[in-house]
């Protein structure tokens, strides 16, 4: 990794597609050879707190599989044909020593194969720190407040026994900046491809965004800005394309191919949930008082709708998308959702009738990471995006 | 094998069988006739179900799980789970939920063909498994009435931790108690459910016995297809109740008779005395096929002594009691211990200890398409139990309730193969220790 | 002599295989397995109790009569049991043009087919005459049957006889000689076989060891059934085991060592691990997905129009191999499509396909318990050559050095497994025997 803040677009694209291809995690090694007290965190998708472990001086590590770019022998292992992508890679992942350099792994309660391969963990890295983070559901500020507070700090605890460090508000609320800063970049660069979607690519801003996954949140506000600066610099040009939000894809990512089939076939994609837990909490947690509180109360009520967590509201799940779709200013809908995903296939039929009562035109599909073919995706796409110019919706 | 015919097979019935029908038939029928009796109807789910609670509120549980492989096991859930793929839902995701969407969409006829009520509550208690969570957020569709929602932690580092339990009766008290006062317009009575869960105690006492039973030889019980039978009123509306009471003291009864008279359970093949293989088994069963699945084990002279399945509502036959002295923390206790709150390693282990007390021959796992909760991680338990054991496991694929997934030639290929090789391996050490004791 | 016979049903392809007392294997027959189990059964039997003879025969005379005598022979003898099947074929043909073939048809139809006859029969001798180039298969059903749409492609055309008329007339009766019992044993052949040979010199002292192995006594003591087909079969159930258990053995049997065996058929693929006295220790075979079977590899053949034995020296001539990560048949079409339209080369896309096939092996291997040494690789891709090298790097990467035995008779694993225990049975005075009768010539 240079140090010195690429310029153009292209050094900085090129700089974050290292990143993304790279299955060494060579960042993450190099941060911490850099001073051999440092630790690194593995964190499963979709939420993990990331500011409790980064308040603990322990670098938090997206863990999102492998893509198309891991062969997978260990991992398939493990998993029978019927259970999503995600896990075979992870555990691919972990077999070949790639995640040796973490002290350990955080599983959050996103779903069942998430949930049980913190147990897998546990057995297969015996020396390794792993804990299952059971976000909670109920949006109770006696109950679920207390509960979320007692999870965090726990989990600060356990992170600052890791680095050897001692608990104190200040690193939290300094964490706690560093978050903010970091959800502040990533809004602005929504912000800017919702409004001039032709001057930020959502294969570049989805290749920064993962490099937000291994980078140190300074380093990565840095390379973010200096995107969005060139974003602004450097205008590509304007197409006559569709407007469409990409849903279901929070937890297993597509691959890159997809996000670029879409693109290609004349969508712009303006809102999307890939790697939804940068961005869960949609408001900087309250200064003044505990940070820990803080934090918890931020998830528990200022946090993103979406699949993994309990909607309490019957309403809502028909309006989540019109909602959604309203704040993009889209004008249509994909599904992507990974094979065998049943919070993503289970929500659809839910998020899709309430599109439909709004007159919103959708289609959807399945992939899975290391999905290697195109063709149907450009297809419908295509065919998407052609009928919406025509005719304005399905 | 007990010489016995098929005519008789198919008359003969345990006495528990049939009483337990009726209790079902009598729960439904009171169902069905809920909306003139002003019998409040709660849905919950079996594995975390609160029926005590519930109960004490005068208010009657209905499971969908258990409508759901009813179906299954009445060949209903193929047109049920076609159903609702027409309406949107993914081949990809659990039956269970389908086959319920399907047969809401279908008219709502329950098991024993009555009309089912809706519900006056979605009592969504979340133990064990996230796709409850999404089930009652689709129903909530379809129906107009307050759902309400009790988080239970899952043991992730192998145990329910204090400010977990606490977090627990901590929301019954704060919302489950509130929002069934609210439905039912009465008041929480203590001392009721303390009754019930006296009862529970008394139920889950007779059970224990049934499943221990199994160490037995011949093991008088099949701990798995005929498991699923013996839990069946404790996991659903039963528990606490006078009737599950004795229920459970008939089975035990029938089963310690069977135990002094040296016999084994019944079968579809008869009743199976000569038993050659003792298993232990992981997973839920498949319904659509149930006795076909069955009769595979049967003829094959193998019998189930323990199963995790039998767990999912409830574990006791580790020491845990409905405790009446303390009704919302014995409640929480129960909810974090169902089976599938278990963590891995903590699932391992319960192999382990059933494969080793029960002196198992071998351990199959049924690993279902639809069940996350059960299937992700069941390769990795396969091979710990093995490598702790030192006895090889089977693996078979099926389904909860989608016929589709269950390829009998496929499974009885695997079974048999599995059987012969524990078969040739127990020949195979003879002769070996045989050589050897020669050599001594 | 009494002897053990394995019979292995597979889905595609029946094996026999039969032990003498000493444990050595007597002969083994293969043929195409049918929807007339019992009948594919009894084929690969008789097959190989005429091996089993002729390899008695061979060991009495081989010294006096020389060994091309012998095979002049066993030449001599499979031309008069294609000749006996051709007879069959004729005959159903014939009845099928009478009762199907509408009227005016009838007679130009009848010459062709006679005239067709005619070739193939002449064909026949010019192979037993040694004028015939390459190898043929060894099934009556697909090297008649390759000669049957040559031939009519070449005479049907021109008198207005359609190709699709004849093609259809045969795999209608194919059927029918498959599934009715002829005569095809040793003593039904033997002598016409030495009559065509002629009175060459030398022929006297073959003729002497005809008649003894005529008359050589061998006791079909014991029988085990295994395959997939193998709940089909009419045998007792103690005269059934499992193809895990047989593979195991056999494979066991072949190479002493073997503590691992892969074996890729067309329809599943096993991982099987046993110890020292060949006895199955774990097992895993794939789920309901055939995905990386060797069916696939099939598809892709017939999605590229070429033979499947081709497919794997394409691929080893590939520089850079592809990255393929589904080996799902059904998009198995689509995928190749896409990629060669991204001017992908075949050999390439081959390599990455056969890379693909072996990794769904891996993960089956590392299942079942890993790679032991040695590992024996049975089953149709083993004898795919770019499979057997992707296997070999996979192996030598994950697991290190480790033995690969692939014998080329793997395709009788299983029935070796089945006879071994045949006459393990029949040592322990098991009653498996079912026929326990003097096999007939
Ligand atoms: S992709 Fe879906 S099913 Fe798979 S781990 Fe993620 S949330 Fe769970
Ligand atoms: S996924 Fe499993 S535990 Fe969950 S609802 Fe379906 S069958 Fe039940």
């Known amino acids: 990794m240079t140090t010195e803040r690429p310029r153009t677009r292209a050094d900085i694209v090129d700089t974050a597609r290292r990143l993304y291809e790279d299955l060494e995690f060579t960042a993450v090694r190099e941060w911490l050879a850099a001073d051999p007290d440092r630790k690194a965190v593995g964190c499963l998708p979709v939420y993990v707190p990331r500011e409790v472990v980064w308040a603990a001086g322990v670098l938090p590590v997206g863990i999102?599989?492998?893509?198309?770019?891991?062969?997978?022998?260990?991992?398939?292992?493990?998993?029978?044909?019927?259970?999503?992508?995600?896990?075979?890679?992870?555990?691919?992942?972990?077999?070949?020593?790639?995640?040796?350099?973490?002290?350990?792994?955080?599983?959050?309660?996103?779903?069942?194969?998430?949930?049980?391969?913190?147990?897998?963990?546990?057995?297969?890295?015996?020396?390794?720190?792993?804990?299952?983070?059971?976000?909670?559901?109920?949006?109770?500020?006696?109950?679920?407040?207390?509960?979320?507070?007692?999870?965090?700090?726990?989990?600060?605890?356990?992170?600052?026994?890791?680095?050897?460090?001692?608990?104190?508000?200040?690193?939290?609320?300094?964490?706690?900046?560093?978050?903010d800063r970091v959800r502040d970049v990533i809004g602005r660069l929504y912000a800017l491809r919702r409004d001039e979607p032709w001057k930020v690519p959502t294969e570049e801003l989805y290749l920064v965004m993962r490099a937000g996954e291994v980078l140190p949140p300074p380093d990565f506000v840095d390379l973010a800005t200096a995107y969005l600066e060139a974003c602004h610099a450097e205008p590509l040009r304007r197409r006559d394309n569709t407007r469409v939000i990409v849903v279901g894809s929070f937890c297993e990512q597509p691959p890159l191919g997809l996000i670029k089939t879409i693109e290609r076939a004349g969508c712009y994609i303006v809102g999307d949930d890939f790697l939804l837990g940068n961005r869960m909490i949609t408001r900087p947690p309250e200064r003044g008082g505990d940070p820990v509180e803080a934090l918890a109360h931020a998830l528990l009520f200022h946090h993103q709708p979406s699949s993994v967590m309990y909607e309490p509201d019957p309403d809502a799940k028909e309006v989540t998308i019109k909602k959604m779709v309203d704040a993009a200013r889209a004008d249509g809908v994909i599904f992507a959702a990974a094979s065998f995903c049943d919070p993503a296939l289970l929500d659809r039929p839910m998020l899709r009738a309430g599109a439909e009562a709004h007159g919103i035109p959708c289609i959807a599909f399945k992939f899975s990471e290391n999905t290697g073919q195109f063709q149907q995706f450009r297809e419908q796409a295509g065919t998407f995006s052609d009928s919406i110019k025509l005719w304005g919706g399905a | 094998m007990a010489p016995t015919t098929k005519e008789e097979v198919k008359v003969q019935k345990d006495r528990s069988m049939i009483l337990q029908k009726e209790m079902i038939a009598g729960h439904f029928e009171r169902l069905e006739k809920a909306p003139e009796t002003g019998e409040k109807v709660v849905y919950t789910f079996v594995p975390g179900n609160l029926t005590e609670l519930i109960r004490s509120f005068g208010a009657l549980p209905l499971l969908p799980e258990i409508n759901a492989l009813q179906s299954g096991m009445r060949g209903k859930s193929k047109g049920y789970i076609a159903e609702a793929e027409r309406n949107g839902h993914s081949e990809d995701v659990c039956t269970y939920v389908?086959?319920?969407?399907?047969?809401?969409?279908?008219?709502?006829?329950?098991?024993?063909?009555?009309?089912?009520?809706?519900?006056?509550?979605?009592?969504?208690?979340?133990?064990?498994?996230?796709?409850?969570?999404?089930?009652?957020?689709?129903?909530?569709?379809?129906?107009?009435?307050?759902?309400?929602?009790?988080?239970?932690?899952?043991?992730?580092?192998?145990?329910?931790?204090?400010?977990?339990?606490?977090?627990?009766?901590?929301?019954?008290?704060?919302?489950?108690?509130?929002?069934?006062?609210?439905?039912?317009?009465?008041?929480?009575?203590?001392?009721?459910?303390?009754?019930?869960?006296?009862?529970?105690?008394?139920?889950?006492?007779?059970?224990?016995?049934?499943?221990?039973?199994?160490?037995?030889?011949?093991?008088?019980?099949?701990?798995?297809?005929?498991?699923?039978?013996?839990?069946?009123?404790?996991?659903?509306?039963?528990?606490?109740?006078?009737?599950?009471?004795?229920?459970?003291?008939?089975?035990?009864?029938?089963?310690?008779?069977?135990?002094?008279?040296?016999?084994?359970p019944l079968t579809p093949v008869g009743r199976l005395d000569d038993q050659k293989y003792r298993l232990v088994v992981e997973g839920p069963p498949n319904w659509t096929s149930f006795r076909e699945f069955w009769k595979m084990f049967a003829e094959e002279g193998a019998v189930v002594v323990a199963s995790t399945y039998t767990k999912v509502g409830g574990t006791y036959d580790f020491g845990f009691r409905h405790d009446p002295s303390d009704p919302l923390g014995t409640l929480a206790d129960y909810c974090g211990g169902c089976y599938t709150n278990h963590n891995l390693p903590g699932r391992i282990e319960m192999l382990e200890r059933y494969v080793k007390e029960y002196e198992a021959d071998g351990f199959i796992i049924n690993s279902v398409k639809s069940c996350n909760s059960f299937s992700a991680g069941q390769l990795m338990i396969l091979r710990e139990v093995e490598r702790r054991t030192g006895i090889p496991g089977g693996f078979v694929e099926s389904d909860l309730v989608d016929p589709r997934y269950f390829s009998a030639a496929n499974i009885k290929n695997r079974l048999e193969s599995y059987l012969q090789m524990i078969e040739a391996r127990r020949a195979g050490g003879a002769t070996s220790s045989e050589a050897l004791g020669r050599l001594a | 002599m009494n002897c053990f016979v394995g019979i292995d049903l597979g889905s595609t392809i029946t094996k026999a295989v039969i032990l003498d007392e000493a444990g050595e294997v007597l002969g083994r027959g293969i043929t195409n397995s049918r929807s007339n189990y019992d009948l594919a059964a009894e084929v690969a039997r008789t097959e190989a109790f005429v091996t089993a003879r002729f390899g008695l025969l061979r060991k009495e005379v081989e010294k006096a009569a020389g060994g091309a005598m012998l095979d002049r022979l066993l030449r001599a003898f499979r031309t008069e049991q294609t000749l006996v099947q051709l007879d069959r074929l004729q005959h159903h043909i014939d009845a099928e043009v009478v009762s199907t073939v509408a009227g005016p048809?009838?007679?130009?139809?009848?010459?062709?087919?006679?005239?067709?006859?005619?070739?193939?029969?002449?064909?026949?001798?010019?192979?037993?005459?040694?004028?015939?180039?390459?190898?043929?298969?060894?099934?009556?059903?697909?090297?008649?049957?390759?000669?049957?749409?040559?031939?009519?492609?070449?005479?049907?055309?021109?008198?207005?006889?359609?190709?699709?008329?004849?093609?259809?007339?045969?795999?209608?009766?194919?059927?029918?000689?498959?599934?009715?019992?002829?005569?095809?044993?040793?003593?039904?052949?033997?002598?016409?076989?030495?009559?065509?040979?002629?009175?060459?010199?030398?022929?006297?002292?073959?003729?002497?060891?005809?008649?003894?192995?005529?008359?050589?006594?061998?006791?079909?003591?014991?029988?085990?059934?295994?395959?997939?087909?193998?709940?089909?079969?009419?045998?007792?159930?103690?005269?059934?085991?499992?193809?895990?258990?047989?593979?195991?053995?056999?494979?066991?049997?072949?190479?002493?060592?073997?503590?691992?065996?892969?074996?890729?058929?067309?329809?599943?693929?096993?991982?099987?691990?046993?110890?020292?006295?060949?006895?199955?220790?774990?097992?895993?075979?794939?789920?309901?997905?055939?995905?990386?079977?060797?069916?696939?590899?099939?598809?892709?053949?017939?999605?590229?129009?070429?033979?499947?034995?081709?497919?794997?020296?394409?691929?080893?001539?590939?520089?850079?191999?592809?990255?393929?990560?589904?080996?799902?048949?059904?998009?198995?079409?689509?995928?190749?499509?896409?990629?060669?339209?991204?001017?992908?080369?075949?050999?390439?896309?081959?390599?990455?396909?056969?890379?693909?096939?072996?990794?769904?092996?891996?993960?089956?291997?590392?299942?079942?318990?890993?790679?032991?040494?040695?590992?024996?690789?049975?089953?149709?891709?083993?004898?795919?050559?770019?499979?057997?090298?992707?296997?070999?790097?996979?192996v030598a990467e994950n697991y290190g050095d480790r033995t690969l035995n692939i014998s080329p008779s793997s395709i009788y694993t299983g029935a070796l497994g089945a006879a071994i225990f045949a006459m393990r049975a029949a040592e322990e005075g098991r009653g498996v025997a079912g026929t326990g009768t003097r096999q007939e010539a």
């Open chain 3, 105 to 394: 048809l009838q007679q130009p139809v009848t010459e062709v087919i006679d005239e067709i006859f005619r070739r193939l029969r002449q064909e026949e001798e010019d192979w037993f005459a040694g004028r015939t180039e390459g190898t043929r298969s060894d099934f009556f059903r697909d090297h008649v049957g390759s000669g049957w749409a040559r031939l009519s492609e070449e005479l049907g055309p021109p008198v207005d006889v359609s190709f699709d008329l004849l093609l259809s007339l045969y795999d209608k009766c194919i059927i029918k000689v498959e599934n009715e019992p002829l005569e095809l044993g040793f003593q039904d052949h033997i002598d016409a076989a030495l009559a065509r040979i002629g009175d060459v010199e030398g022929v006297d002292a073959v003729r002497l060891g005809v008649e003894r192995a005529r008359d050589a006594e061998l006791v079909e003591v014991a029988t085990i059934g295994t395959g997939y087909g193998r709940a089909r079969l009419p045998f007792a159930k103690e005269q059934i085991r499992s193809e895990i258990l047989c593979h195991g053995l056999g494979a066991h049997r072949m190479f002493p060592n073997t503590r691992t065996v892969l074996d890729i058929g067309g329809q599943d693929t096993k991982a099987i691990q046993v110890d020292g006295r060949g006895i199955v220790t774990s097992f895993q075979m794939n789920d309901r997905c055939a995905a990386g079977c060797g069916r696939y590899l099939g598809y892709i053949a017939d999605e590229m129009n070429i033979g499947l034995h081709e497919l794997g020296p394409l691929a080893q001539r590939s520089s850079r191999r592809v990255k393929i990560n589904s080996t799902c048949t059904v998009f198995a079409g689509a995928e190749l499509r896409e990629r060669l339209s991204l001017g992908e080369q075949r050999e390439d896309i081959l390599a990455g396909l056969h890379r693909a096939v072996i990794l769904r092996a891996m993960s089956l291997l590392a299942r079942s318990g890993g790679v032991d040494d040695e590992f024996t690789f049975t089953g149709g891709v083993a004898r795919n050559p770019a499979a057997v090298a992707a296997l070999e790097e996979l």
């Open chain 2, 98 to 264: 389908k086959c319920d969407i399907g047969m809401l969409r279908s008219g709502n006829i329950g098991p024993t063909g009555t009309r089912l009520p809706k519900p006056d509550l979605l009592l969504l208690s979340y133990t064990g498994c996230y796709t409850f969570m999404k089930w009652f957020e689709l129903l909530r569709e379809e129906y107009d009435c307050p759902t309400v929602f009790l988080h239970v932690p899952y043991q992730g580092d192998g145990t329910l931790l204090p400010e977990h339990r606490a977090y627990v009766v901590k929301q019954l008290r704060e919302t489950i108690i509130p929002a069934l006062e609210q439905v039912t317009g009465r008041p929480y009575d203590e001392d009721l459910l303390r009754e019930n869960l006296a009862r529970s105690a008394q139920a889950e006492d007779d059970l224990v016995a049934v499943l221990h039973s199994a160490k037995n030889r011949p093991s008088p019980i099949d701990s798995y297809f005929g498991g699923v039978y013996y839990v069946g009123p404790i996991f659903s509306a039963f528990r606490g109740t006078p009737e599950g009471v004795d229920y459970y003291r008939a089975l035990r009864q029938e089963v310690e008779a069977r135990v002094a008279a040296k016999q084994g």
């Open chain 1, 64 to 179: 999102h599989g492998g893509g198309d770019r891991l062969e997978i022998i260990r991992g398939d292992a493990y998993y029978q044909s019927y259970i999503c992508h995600l896990p075979r890679s992870v555990v691919e992942l972990g077999l070949s020593g790639r995640l040796d350099m973490l002290s350990g792994m955080l599983f959050p309660s996103t779903c069942d194969v998430i949930r049980n391969l913190s147990g897998m963990w546990q057995i297969l890295r015996p020396e390794v720190y792993v804990r299952y983070v059971d976000v909670p559901q109920v949006e109770h500020p006696a109950t679920g407040l207390e509960f979320w507070k007692g999870e965090l700090s726990t989990i600060y605890r356990d992170m600052c026994a890791i680095a050897g460090t001692e608990p104190s508000d200040e690193a939290l609320w300094a964490a706690i900046d560093d978050y």
